[in-house]
């Protein structure tokens, strides 16, 4: 299964896509969403959300995942 991922600067669309998993930097530490990923709302914290192996660094952000989609707005570096 895969998850439909979405990620949103400011001003512009940093990633949109297919991804098997999502690395975020949470509150609470680093955590993993892959497929069938309970619902979830979180804050990212400074570090970078890689998405496979494509490495996005950000400020902070917040993030949601529901139904196999990953949803997260942030400010970048």
């Known amino acids: 299964m895969i998850l439909d991922v979405v990620i949103l600067g400011p001003d512009r669309s940093l990633f ?4 098997s998993r999502v690395i975020c930097p949470g ?5 993993e969403i892959g497929p069938f990923h309970r619902p979830l709302v979180s804050r990212l914290f400074p570090g970078a959300v890689i998405v496979d192996d494509k490495s996005l660094p950000i400020h902070r952000g917040v993030v949601k995942v529901e139904k196999n989609r990953v949803t997260a707005l942030v400010e970048p570096v």
């Open 16 to 19: 949109e896509g297919r991804a």
């Open 27 to 31: 509150e609470q530490g680093v955590f």
